[in-house]
């Protein structure tokens, strides 16, 4: 069945940024492995300028996001919702749906729904929606609806806890991403108005430094050096393959790998419990 899901990975953030803290590493992993790799921004960023209009703010912004995109030979797309003020409208449901079928998505990374970042929240409501949707003929779209549901992964929020410092429940797998810690580095460093915004916002001196301690944090938790982290989403209306990890197998920690496929085989278990009783009735 894994034949089914395009080699085609879309990754959908609220910013400029996020993709390269989040899951860069990833990203660069599977386009390594000969995925197709697209990143979408829901915002350019615009409230993330210091000493700066929102206008020049958003211009070099996306210049940031498309030159750290070219690295890993990947698209970069921007839907132009504004920073701060994101929420979930129909525009951009279908715009995002409208991406989702034109790279033919078989894999689709964003934010999770308890990420502490309001903008994070709204991308994630907005993508997994449009996720669910992309195989269904009604949409009112002229693309093509794809053949099966992509598959749906959320990377790992600043801080790992939720909007009230709570703790996340662990990753369901995380991805040893030493070998490229230098191109996510890369990536990332294209972000240079951001400097001074974390460190008026998240007080941090070091914006760089402080991100890869974050990687770093996540390899020791994993048995690596540095690691990227991930759940995957199992919900109804979505596949349960394993496509990411099993094409990144070898870049899984042992533990990870293990506690994946437990988690998974467990949340099937479960489902099907409930599909049983629901025929009972």
């Known amino acids: 069945m894994h034949s089914i899901f395009p080699k085609n990975v879309v990754a959908i953030h609220a910013h400029p940024d996020d993709t390269e803290i989040f899951c860069a590493g990833t990203l660069k992993l599977l386009a390594d492995c000969g995925y197709s790799v697209t990143i979408v921004t829901l915002t350019p960023g615009g409230m993330g300028g210091i000493n700066s209009t929102e206008k020049k703010t958003i211009a070099l912004r996306k210049k940031e996001a498309q030159k750290a995109a070219e ?18 409208t129909l525009k951009l449901r279908l715009d995002v749906l409208k ?43 002229k693309e093509k609806p ?25 990753p369901h797998f995380y991805v ?34 402080e991100m890869k ?35 990144l197998q070898k870049f899984l920690t042992s533990n990870a790998e293990k506690k994946s496929k437990s988690i998974i085989t467990q949340k099937v278990r479960e489902i099907k419990k409930i599909i049983a009783k629901q025929r009972m009735r």
């Open 176 to 209: 040893n991403v030493g070998s490229v810690m230098e191109t996510k580095m890369q990536m990332l460093e294209c972000h240079q108005s951001q400097i001074d915004l974390m460190r008026v916002m998240h007080k941090m001196d070091d914006f760089y430094g």
């Open 146 to 170: 794809l053949e099966v549901t992509p598959l749906l992964y959320h990377s790992a929020p600043l801080g790992l806890s939720d909007p009230l410092g709570r703790m996340l429940d662990k």
């Open 71 to 88: 690295l890993i030979n990947a698209g970069y797309i921007c839907l132009d919702g504004r920073d701060g003020y994101l929420f979930d």
């Open 213 to 247: 301690k974050l990687i770093r944090s996540l390899g020791t938790e994993s048995g690596c050096e540095f690691a990227e982290a991930f759940w995957q989403h199992l919900g109804g209306g979505y596949q349960k393959n394993s496509v990411l990890q099993e094409a």
């Open 99 to 141: 991406i989702i079928r034109q790279k033919e998505a078989g894999i689709i990374i964003t934010h999770r729904p308890d990420d502490y970042h309001s903008d994070h929240r709204a991308t994630c409501q907005i993508v997994d929606a449009s996720a669910m949707l992309s195989s269904l003929p009604n949409v009112p779209l």
